[in-house]
């Protein structure tokens, strides 16, 4: 499905080449072409929408990264913020293309150095995730990304911290959102919030 919207702004990124667009409709039904659904997985009920084949398609994630540059649109970030694990895939390709700085958002006790916290609740208790105090200055401005937007636990307490450390947060992005799990009623409605691909 295509993104929501297309922001002028796109047009005057420096990051964009030629064959520029946001809403390339043959990009995106490639991708989502490529999304294979995996009956009963993690547990019987679900159906997993596995991104591993996008992934080992090196023109696919070209084609993944292409679309995420554009969803930053005229945003010029200094700092690309990826959530533990697959997050860390896109966004340190997509801080690459756009030459800012990649941090990671870790799971409890998985960073080495002195960490902000924030927990988030699950189906059945509690998580736990963590960024470096000094990963991110105030004023920074920056892009959270992450594969999915389930029900935006994760991402509403990684924009939290980010948000505590000062950060201006001017994009969400995601290469996959979960709409029936209404995951965008735990996030901060007026960052842009963008997924490629929808279901």
């Avoid at 679309?67 to 945003?75: I, P, Y």
């Amino acid at each position: 499905m295509l993104p929501n919207f297309l922001p002028e702004s796109c047009l005057d990124h420096p990051a964009l080449t030629a064959h520029f667009t946001l809403v390339n409709e043959k990009n995106i039904s490639r991708l989502n072409e490529a999304v294979r659904d995996v009956p009963d997985f993690p547990k019987p009920g679900i159906l997993f929408k596995d991104i591993t084949p996008i992934l080992a398609s090196g023109e696919l994630f070209r084609l993944a990264i292409d679309e995420f540059v554009s969803a930053v649109g005229g945003e010029s970030p200094t700092k690309i913020v990826g959530i533990d694990a697959r997050g860390f895939i896109f966004g340190a390709a997509l801080a690459d293309r756009l030459g800012a700085g990649f941090v990671p958002v870790r799971k409890k006790g998985k960073l080495p150095w002195e960490t902000h916290g924030a927990s988030y609740t699950l189906e059945y208790g509690e998580a736990h995730v963590e960024i470096h105090r000094d990963a991110i200055l105030p004023g920074e401005k920056v892009v959270l990304i992450d594969d999915l937007l389930a029900t935006g636990g994760t991402a509403g307490a990684a924009l939290k911290l980010i948000q505590q450390l000062g950060g201006e947060v001017v994009c969400l992005t995601f290469l996959i959102e979960l709409a029936f799990l209404e995951g965008r009623k735990n996030l901060d409605p007026s960052v842009r919030t963008v997924a490629l691909l929808t279901y």
